[in-house]
C-alpha cells in the first residue's frame, strides 16, 4: 500500500480537484481505512468511509507532508470520525469477562505469531472488533494502517508506551481468544474411503 514516487505528483494534482488523483488517493487508501471501520463500526463503515474521504478532499490544502505523514493524517480523520459516531450514539456496551478467563496464562510461543496464523482476514477483524475499544483501535492503526507507534499516539492522543502496552494486551487476548477457540472445536475423523 503506497504511492512512492508517484505521491507527491498525485497529491498535487489532487489539491487542484483531478479527479483522477482523487480516484487514485481513494482507490489506494480505502480498502485500508473501510477495513478499519468495519471492525470499529461495522453498521456504519461504508457511511463513515464516504465521510472520511469528502474531509480528505476538502482538507487536502491544508495537508502538508509526505506519503507516511498523509497515511498519518488520513487515519487521524478516520479515528474522529469513529469518536464523532461515538459520542453520537452513546457508549458501547461491554461484556464482563469471567475471572477464571482473566486468570488464565497466556500460551508459550509467540502470541502475534500464533494469533495472526491461526485466523483469515475477515475473522481477524470480526475478533478484533471483540476487544475494547482502545486495544482495537491501536491494533487497526498499527497493522491495517501501518502507521508506526508514534502516529498512532498522536492519532489517539495517548503515549507511545501505553500505544505498545495496548498493542500487546490486543495480540495477547487475540492469541487466547483463538487458542480457547481451538481447544473447544472437535477433532475432525478422517474417514477411509
Not at 471492525?39 to 474521504?53: H, I, K, Q, T, Y
Not at 487521524?76 to 488464565?104: F, K, N
Not at 471483540?130 to 482495537?136: D, E, K, N, S
Amino acid at each position: 500500500m503506497a504511492l512512492g514516487e508517484q505521491f507527491s505528483d498525485v497529491l498535487t494534482a489532487a489539491r487542484t480537484g483531478a479527479s483522477w488523483a482523487l480516484e487514485r488517493l481513494y482507490r489506494e487508501y480505502h480498502p485500508a481505512v473501510l477495513s478499519f471501520l468495519r471492525a470499529r463500526a461495522p453498521a456504519e463503515a461504508e457511511d463513515l468511509a464516504s465521510e472520511v474521504f469528502i474531509a480528505v478532499a476538502e482538507g487536502l490544502g491544508r495537508f502538508d507532508g509526505d506519503e507516511d505523514g498523509f497515511r498519518s493524517w488520513l487515519f487521524t480523520i478516520t479515528y474522529r470520525q469513529v469518536g464523532q459516531l461515538r459520542r453520537r450514539m452513546g457508549r458501547r456496551r461491554t461484556e464482563p469477562v469471567p475471572v477464571e478467563e482473566v486468570a488464565e496464562r497466556v500460551p508459550p510461543g509467540d502470541a502475534e505469531r500464533d494469533a495472526m496464523a491461526a485466523i483469515t482476514t475477515q475473522d481477524a477483524l470480526a475478533l478484533i472488533a471483540t476487544l475494547p475499544p482502545a486495544q482495537g483501535e491501536v491494533l487497526l492503526l498499527r497493522v491495517v494502517a501501518d502507521l508506526s507507534v508514534d502516529d498512532v499516539a498522536r492519532i489517539v492522543n495517548k503515549r507511545p508506551t501505553a500505544v505498545r502496552a495496548l498493542q500487546h494486551r490486543a495480540i495477547v487476548g487475540l492469541a487466547r481468544r483463538t487458542a480457547r477457540e481451538d481447544s473447544v472445536k472437535p477433532e475432525k475423523s478422517e474417514s477411509s474411503p
